[in-house]
């Protein structure tokens, strides 16, 4: 999780909290589009891809927790 800039690291908080990325992204006072961008990037730098077995989204979340 280190590779991951401030920002990211904000998105993905809010993900662990469970929201949506409208909420993340009205808390964050970002678009709607950077939310996307910026859990594609962590998803990227988490090594998650779309051919993972399991949720990526949810995969990120458990890493986020386990550090």
């Known amino acids: 999780l280190r590779q991951l800039t401030l920002r990211e ?3 993905l908080a ?9 909420n993340i ?3 964050l006072v970002i678009t709607d589009g950077a939310v996307e ?4 990037n962590i998803f990227a730098k988490l090594g998650l891809t779309t ?7 949810v995969l990120a979340v458990l890493a986020h927790l386990r550090s």
Do not use: I
């Open 14 to 22: 809010l993900m662990a909290e469970g929201r949506s990325n409208t």
């Open 37 to 40: 961008k910026h859990v594609t």
């Open 9 to 11: 690291q904000e998105v």
């Open 25 to 27: 992204a009205r808390t």
């Open 51 to 57: 051919s993972d077995t399991g949720h990526r989204r």
